[in-house]
């Protein structure tokens, strides 16, 4: 799919933008909108993730990928059972085993990873603002949770570029 395509990686867009933006007719930047305009219109809170993984001396901890939590009572909001997406392997003794991660909260700061767009009025403002100014783009395409400011879920994902393929091509 990306034969005769040159692939950067590890490079970050904002600190190479007019290098970058220089070598497309248009970009598709899926990062944090307020970022891209420098928060001139102030900063856009998110949620974020704290990870705790832990390898268990059973087979199977819960049947099957992911299991949510909605309780107020349980910590977590998420536990994940790698075993259920990609090989696991058992150790030589024969022992079986199997992994898990619990996905906790954390209070989101600038510099922590932007897991969740944070919809409530105040953002929304603002990223009403930012919206405005990203339609007055002539070669940028904002997409994804960050650049569009929202929560999606897979189905809305794949419907949300079908209508940026059909609105710019």
Not at 46 to 66: H, K, P, W
Not at 117 to 127: E, R, S, T
Request: hydrophobic share 35%; with cysteine.
């Amino acid at each position: 799919m990306l034969d005769g395509i040159e692939v950067w990686l590890n490079v970050d867009y904002l600190e190479e933008r007019e290098k970058l933006s220089a070598m497309a007719d248009k970009i598709v930047y899926t990062g944090m909108i307020d970022a891209y305009y420098d928060y001139c219109f102030g900063i856009l809170e998110y949620r974020s993730l704290r990870f705790e993984t832990e390898i268990l001396d059973m087979e199977n901890y819960q049947g099957n990928a992911v299991v949510n939590y909605t309780e107020y009572e349980v910590p977590y909001t998420r536990i994940i059972e790698h075993k259920h997406f990609e090989l696991q392997c058992q150790n030589d003794l024969g022992n079986p085993k199997t992994v898990i991660t619990r996905e906790y909260p954390h209070v989101w700061s600038p510099g922590d990873e932007p897991y969740y767009p944070l919809n409530d009025d105040k953002n929304n403002i603002i990223y009403q603002k930012y919206e405005n100014k990203a339609k007055e783009e002539k070669n940028v395409i904002f997409g994804g949770r960050l650049g569009r400011y929202r929560y999606f879920d897979m189905h809305q994902v794949v419907s949300a570029a079908l209508d940026c393929v059909h609105e710019y091509l």
